[in-house]
């Protein structure tokens, strides 16, 4: 379950394009004894609240994803909204009415199972469509955010396109997101990329140690200047499953 408050409106602020997608993402933490309850509310009734919403037009897309394994923060799971705008994701708090599914919100709650750690909004900068029943999530903060964003865009996107594509990698889909809020030095990172796969060993085998590149990464590296534009890599990289997703 989402809420937002009318604070929201200042993502209205920053904004690159005019009419780019918007996806909150809440991280939350859920108690080991309390997960299996938690993913059942969710998955069972909320996630029917989510598509009356997406089929009234108010968002695109809501998702619920489990991290694999015990790595960086206490939250343990992310709630995915993703709206057409920020005008859309500052509205969003009217989706969330269990009286639209003929439920009462006692009867659903899940607030007395999980602790919200972060609520985090990102523009969506780009994506390549796929499926995936998991997702690696790699966090930066870029010393110049827009050559890494164009870079992405116009350098290593065509590559992971291409290679899916032509079946070159287990990879099968992507997408890059700036961060819009919370901003600033102490607020974290300031963008993320997310590689999809179909299975866990595949996920863990993209992110293992490798001496050499394939061969047809030669003309992306010698083009990149990822060096220059991030130079300290991606400071996290956290694998998700896909527990349900409606859109």
């Known amino acids: 379950m989402k809420k937002l408050s ?6 209205l602020m920053f904004s690159l394009f005019a009419n780019a997608q918007v996806s909150s993402h809440m991280y ?8 299996a309850e938690f993913e059942r509310l969710e998955t069972t009734y909320w996630s029917q609240v989510a598509k009356k919403g997406i089929d009234d037009g108010k968002m695109i897309a809501w998702g619920l ?11 343990n799971y992310i709630l995915v909204n993703i709206f057409e705008n920020f005008q859309d994701a ?17 009867d659903i709650d899940t607030n007395n199972l999980k602790e919200t750690l972060a609520l985090h909004y990102y523009q969506i900068e780009d994506v390549i469509e796929g499926p995936s029943k998991y997702n690696i999530h ?8 827009v050559g890494f964003v164009e870079e992405n865009l116009n350098l290593w996107k065509p590559l992971i396109k291409d290679n899916i594509k032509k079946n070159r990698t287990k990879q099968t889909n992507w997408g890059i997101g700036t961060r819009v809020y919370p901003k600033g030095s102490d607020a974290g990172f300031s963008v993320f990329t997310r590689d999809g796969y ?17 061969a047809f990464f030669n003309d992306v590296m010698e083009k990149t200047k990822m060096n220059e534009y991030n130079p300290n890599g991606f400071q996290h990289q956290i694998i998700y499953e896909n527990i349900k997703w409606i859109n």
């Open 6 to 11: 009318n604070s929201f409106l200042i993502l």
């Open 90 to 106: 500052s509205n969003a708090m009217s989706i969330w009415d269990p009286s639209l599914i003929q439920m009462e919100l006692k």
């Open 65 to 75: 994803m489990r991290k694999v394994g015990i790595a960086g923060s206490d939250a």
């Open 198 to 214: 179909e299975t866990l060993a595949d996920a863990m085998e993209a992110l293992s140690f490798k001496a050499n590149y394939p």
């Open 138 to 145: 790699n966090y930066a903060t870029p010393k110049n955010l």
């Open 28 to 35: 939350v933490k859920v108690a080991p004894e309390n997960q």
